[in-house]
């Protein structure tokens, strides 16, 4: 039988007073920001045909002290471990309100096999995407921030965890750890309470960072000291954000993050799959590599297609 535990720390403070809190209200010159998302990305998507191939996951777990990492879109990924394996932030919709996906998702959703765990960072819409989890089947249950608890408990899960900052579990040789982000939970206005963040997920000897969303903030300095990291899956994308807020990283701070880190690989993610934000579809690869050239680490940055596993 497993055993299941969880290892708080004491209280983190709210995010609201921590400091890694984006806050709500756009910045100025929010109008004219949003007429060019609507015309130059939300429009032009409608009627573009979506790119890429649904394939079929690989099912054999990688070798022992191998980890295998598959990006399947957005910030969905299916990490395999020798005896273990999880799902974060699972999203396979084809529309979020009039934005359309602009890619298919790696991974054929229903090809899936039972998991271990789903992990879900943070409430919105674009990574909490209830469809998919009601389809998803997880032994031990589902992790989610803390206040995101009654939105998952009824989607047929055996187990909701919420946790805050710092929370551990463990699952046998499975450990979890949900870590700090700057950015904001609310999946509605009012929902201010729901707090955010990434994971560290680690088994045998490899460990993966999932970073959730986030801004630039010294926190990543933190996790880095706190955690040895093994590969850390960085969000690149929507950094040109209508609102005008400081919620994403763009390329050059998502490689400054992943120094901090002290990770040995980087594996980009939250670009290419929906246009959320102003910036040109190709500019967050483009300059990811052009940043990791000048930095003399091209050699610790891959760039996955989806559904295609990074075996390490």
């Known amino acids: 039988m497993r055993k299941k535990s969880i290892k708080p720390d004491p209280p983190a403070a709210p995010a609201h007073i921590s400091g890694r809190y984006s ?47 598959t990006w399947i879109g957005h910030a969905s990924f299916f990490l395999q471990f020798a005896g273990h394996s999880v799902i974060v932030d699972p999203n396979w ?39 998919s989890l009601k389809i998803l089947k997880a032994r031990e249950g589902i992790v989610v921030p803390r206040g995101s608890g009654s939105l998952v408990r009824k989607l047929g899960f055996p187990a909701t965890y919420e946790v805050g900052v710092w929370d551990e579990l463990r699952f046998d040789l499975l450990e979890i750890i949900h870590t700090p982000s700057h950015h904001w939970g609310a999946r509605f206005l009012h929902d201010t309470h729901r707090d955010y963040g990434g994971y560290i997920v680690r088994a045998g000897d490899k460990s993966i960072f999932h970073c959730g969303d986030s801004a630039y903030f010294p926190g990543f300095g933190e996790i880095g000291k706190k955690q040895n990291i093994d590969i850390a899956l960085m969000p690149i994308g929507a950094y040109e954000a209508p609102s005008g807020r400081d919620v994403h990283m763009n390329p050059e701070e998502a490689v400054r993050a992943f120094a901090d880190l002290g990770a040995k690989l980087m594996i980009p993610m939250h670009y290419g799959t929906f246009p959320l ?27 996955p297609e989806e559904g295609v596993g990074i075996e390490w």
């Open 23 to 69: 806050g709500l209200l756009p910045q100025s010159g929010w109008p004219v920001r949003n007429y060019r998302f609507l015309r130059h990305r939300v429009v032009p998507g409608i009627f573009r045909r979506r790119a890429g191939n649904v394939l079929e996951p690989v099912l054999d777990p990688p070798a022992n002290g191998k980890v295998r990492v």
């Open 93 to 131: 919709a084809k529309w979020h309100g009039p934005v359309k996906r602009s890619r298919h998702p790696g991974l054929n959703l229903h090809g899936l096999p039972e998991v271990d765990l789903v992990l879900v960072t943070h409430a919105h819409f674009d990574h909490l995407h209830k469809p």
């Open 277 to 303: 934000g102003n910036e040109p579809h190709a500019e967050p690869v483009e300059r990811l590599l052009a940043e990791a050239d000048r930095l003399g680490i091209s050699e610790q940055v891959l760039i």
